[in-house]
């Protein structure tokens, strides 16, 4: 009898899963490998995220928002990835997918793998941080072994062949045969940061027709300065091609890589590399405490704080963190570029206020201002300012 009740449940849960579309087939994969519950959390996450940084905005508001987003997010993702999973997949290994996900190892892999990844979550951390020092060291070491004679001699005699330039200043560059970076290697040192420094290399036109060489039309940052000259090299020319590292722009250790091309069709690759002394933040506020004025309305008038740079970095707001959650915030997160300035308004609410009970008002705003520009690989937090209103 057994046997007969377990063979007519498979029996069944095959008819089901064969009546069923692709498309159904598909979403029933993401929630049986538990693709969907990491969306959902995904989903929650993002809005608890909003949710702090909007401290102002009602809690009804934020469960009316969740399901109103979690519904219309989910509905966009299935229509995403279902044309991704109907063409890698065929019909009858979605079935088998669907029939292993339901098996007791399927559920356990489901199961398991949340629990799995979150401990995994600092190994890997680790892992990559000790990964991101490893090529860091790498870097640093570029062009530190000493070429011998033999090996500059030919540098020399492949470089003239390859581009038809001789290079006559070689003793003063570096030959980047390490990691083949850049043919050559321009290394400015440590540098105290305070003034510009030029590099050149000497060049002889030893081909038979004129070289013209175009500036890099892109580059990282704007910590290096090209004069190549304006007119193309004559034949037998000797050229001077100067590569200044702008003192006010060079931070920290870098390298970099251009190429130098030429109306040759020669791409020569360079690199750049230097250890200069990290730029602070440099700012200034219009008033660090404004006084509170008594509400007579639901809402104050703004009161605005004015952030101006004054430095030579780029820099952002990057977070403000307000000890009661009072007001509305209101603040640019782009880019505040030397001399220029951003306001911080912050409108307070007479709803808030008696629906914390709070009756002696001391507003205070922690301000994180991250250095570079937004989106920067290379940004780090830099400064927190205190503002109040009291």
């Known amino acids: 009898m057994k046997k007969k009740l377990t063979f007519a449940f498979i029996t069944l849960f095959t008819f089901q899963i064969n009546a069923q579309t692709l498309d159904q087939k598909i979403e029933r994969l993401l929630e049986l490998d538990g693709t969907i519950s990491s969306i959902e959390n995904l989903i929650i996450e993002t809005i608890k995220y909003q949710k702090q940084s909007n401290p102002g905005v009602l809690d009804n508001y934020w469960e009316g928002l969740s399901k109103k987003i979690s519904t219309k997010s989910l509905v966009e993702f299935k229509s995403l990835v279902t044309p991704i999973y109907s063409k890698i997949y065929t019909e009858v290994e979605i079935g088998n997918l669907i029939s292993f996900y339901n098996s007791k190892t399927g559920k356990l892999i489901t199961e398991k793998q949340p629990i799995l990844l979150d401990k995994l979550n600092l190994p890997l951390i680790q892992w990559s941080q000790n990964l991101n020092s490893y090529v860091i060291e790498e870097i640093e070491n570029k062009g530190k072994n000493e070429s011998s004679s033999g090996e500059i001699e030919k540098f020399k005699t492949d470089f003239k062949s390859k581009y038809g330039l001789q290079i006559l200043n070689l003793k003063e560059l570096a030959i980047d045969q390490e990691y083949n970076f850049g043919s050559l290697l321009i290394d400015f040192g440590k540098t105290d940061g305070k003034r510009d420094i030029t590099k050149v290399i000497r060049v002889k036109n030893n081909s038979n027709k004129e070289i013209t060489f175009e500036k890099p039309l892109f580059l990282i940052t704007d910590d290096i300065r090209f004069d190549w000259g304006n007119k193309p090299v004559k034949i037998g020319e000797t050229r001077d091609l100067k590569i200044t590292l702008i003192a006010e722009q060079a931070e920290s250790q870098s390298y970099s890589s ?16 230097y250890d200069a002394p990290v730029k602070e ?29 004054i430095g030579k970095k780029d820099f952002y707001i990057s977070d403000i963190e307000i000890n ?22 912050v409108i307070i609410s007479k709803e808030l206020l008696e629906k914390q009970n709070i009756k002696n008002l001391k507003l205070t705003l922690e301000v994180d201002l991250t ?16 503002l109040k209103i009291e």
């Open 258 to 273: 251009f190429t130098i091309k030429s109306s040759e069709g020669n791409n020569i690759p360079v690199g750049i590399k």
């Open 281 to 309: 933040i440099n700012f200034e506020v219009s008033d660090n405490k404004l006084k509170f004025k008594k509400l007579k309305q639901d809402l104050s008038n703004p009161y605005i704080f004015i952030l101006k740079n």
């Open 324 to 345: 009661k959650k009072i007001a509305y915030l209101n603040y640019s997160k782009e880019t505040i570029k030397p001399n220029q300035e951003t306001e911080i308004r």
């Open 371 to 386: 250095k570079g520009e937004k989106g920067s690989f290379s940004n780090f937090s830099s400064e927190t300012i205190e």
